[in-house]
T-cell receptor, first 114, second 113 residues
Framework: DAGITQSPRHKVTETGTPVTLRCHQT?????MYWYRQDPGHGLRLIHY???????DKGEVSDGYSVSRSKTEDFLLTLESATSSQTSVYFC?????????????FGPGTRLTVT | AQSVTQLGSHVSVSEGALVLLRCNYS??????LFWYVQYPNQGLQLLLK??????LVKGINGFEAEFKKSETSFHLTKPSAHMSDAAEYFC???????????FGAGTILRVKS
């Protein structure tokens, strides 16, 4: 199994509070991704990173920011959580951005915003 | 823009029966195509992928998929379902840059004994 951990695994927070989710990898892969999973929508890309300090937006980036100061860590921040951000969040990593490279997924973080 | 349509949000088969999960894609350029599986409370795991070459792709756990350009399809099959195949399956497409995957909505496979 690829060495990907996500923390926390479960979190309940109140509307309007800031939340940071962490993804940590031990594979030294260049690309890291944040997705959210919602019923009927599959997985949707929030942000991704193609190197330290290099990030780009995905399909559903509004309300989210990311940072990558080290190869192994990719942080996802909800500046002011809303109920629509209740979801399961998955981190993924990939050796390179070329389409032949597999994305490996972490175990997920279940976030509930009340 | 690329998109993926998975026909049937839920599929139910009997143990030992054929599994057929349908995936159609939309892409303006030749795509890379993937099938992922998600077991309950876990992340996604790659089943198989098509990049170039042979259009019939074999994956793990006895699954295979065929890329049909004329039909813009990449259906997933398995000749004989096993109880352990019960999971959610996602079809995904990326362009040749491959920076981003676009996923279908998923199909939940139920296997009846």
């Amino acid at each position: 199994d690829a060495g990907i951990t996500q923390s926390p695994r479960h979190k309940v927070t109140e509307t309007g509070t800031p939340v940071t989710l962490r993804c940590h990898q031990t594979e030294n892969h260049r690309y890291m991704y944040w997705y959210r999973q919602d019923p009927g929508h599959g997985l949707r890309l929030i942000h991704y990173s193609y190197g330290v300090k290099d990030t780009d937006k995905g399909e559903v980036s509004d309300g989210y920011s990311v940072s990558r100061s080290k190869t192994e860590d990719f942080l996802l921040t909800l500046e002011s959580a809303t109920s629509s951000q209740t979801s399961v969040y998955f981190c993924a990593i990939s050796e390179s951005g070329g389409g032949t490279y597999e994305q490996y997924f972490g175990p997920g973080t279940r976030l509930t915003v009340t | 823009a690329q998109s993926v349509t998975q026909l049937g949000s839920h599929v139910s088969v009997s143990e030992g029966a054929l599994v057929l999960l349908r995936c159609n894609y939309s892409s303006s350029v030749p795509p890379y195509l993937f099938w992922y599986v998600q077991y309950p409370n876990q992340g996604l795991q790659l089943l198989l992928k098509y990049t170039t070459g042979a259009t019939l792709v074999k994956g793990i756990n006895g699954f295979e998929a065929e890329f049909k350009k004329s039909e813009t399809s990449f259906h997933l099959t398995k000749p004989s379902a096993h109880m352990s195949d019960a999971a959610e399956y996602f079809c995904a497409v990326s362009d040749r840059n491959g920076n981003k995957l676009v996923f279908g909505a998923g199909t939940i496979l139920r296997v009846k004994s």
